[in-house]
């Protein structure tokens, strides 16, 4: 069992240099000894995804080849029901991975928390370290109904003083690159040096993706 495990999940459709920098990030800043990329099978508040799961996968394999510390838990790709947060979060709890669990997510999906299934459970199963990029905040009616003012870690110390029910936000993280954005500049055929590694570019192509 190691000390801290860091989640993060999405549909990685495709998986693209923000993820992979996010997983990095999170990993150093709080000293994270593992971080696991958790890509969603079927999702719940989304549109399916444009990729086959098994094609994902694969793309993340690639992605995190030469990685240290960050690998890929394809726990939810073997579920064949719809992919909760709070589900997987459980099982990973139940395989005892980890003393300490934080889910990494960005500022517009905590601003969303309360409409994810069972979110209350969500504090009682890990801490979160938010990635809001420069001028964006917390929702104040979010904020009010997960008390964020109780939550709220203002150092890496204080985040870790409890299990669970943290929150940490990341105001410095200022990488914005969405799947979304990526899968238009591919289908504009645009540069897309910066946004993707070659070998998953070459990946996309063979497999007549997006």
């Not at 838990?73 to 579920?79: A, G």
């Not at 997960?146 to 870690?153: F, G, M, S």
Request: hydrophobic share 45%; aromatic share 8%; glycine share 6%.
């Amino acid at each position: 069992m190691i000390a801290k495990l860091g989640v993060l999940g999405g549909m990685f459709d495709p998986v693209h240099n923000g993820h992979i920098d996010a997983a990095r990030y999170a990993k150093d800043l709080l000293s994270l000894d593992l971080v696991n990329l958790i890509p969603c099978n079927i999702p719940n508040h989304k549109v399916q995804s444009y990729a086959p799961a098994e094609d994902r996968l694969a793309m993340i394999e690639l992605a995190i080849r030469d990685e240290s510390g960050i690998e890929v838990d394809d726990i939810e790709l073997q579920r064949p029901s719809v992919s909760y947060s709070v589900e997987t979060l459980k099982t990973i709890k139940a395989q005892k991975l980890a003393h300490n669990i934080t889910f990494i997510l960005g500022m517009d999906s905590f601003n969303s928390i309360t409409d994810w299934f069972n979110w209350e459970e969500l504090f009682a199963l890990c801490s979160f370290l938010v990635l809001g990029r420069s001028g964006l905040s917390v929702d104040k009616k979010i904020a009010e109904k997960v008390q964020l003012k109780t939550r709220l870690a203002q150092s890496i110390s204080e985040f870790f003083c409890e299990a669970t029910g943290k929150v940490f936000i990341a105001s410095n993280f200022n990488i914005d690159l969405s799947s979304t954005s990526v899968r238009a500049m591919l289908s504009a055929n645009s540069g897309i040096e910066g946004c993707l590694k070659q070998e998953i570019f070459e990946y996309i192509k063979d497999k007549n993706l997006y």
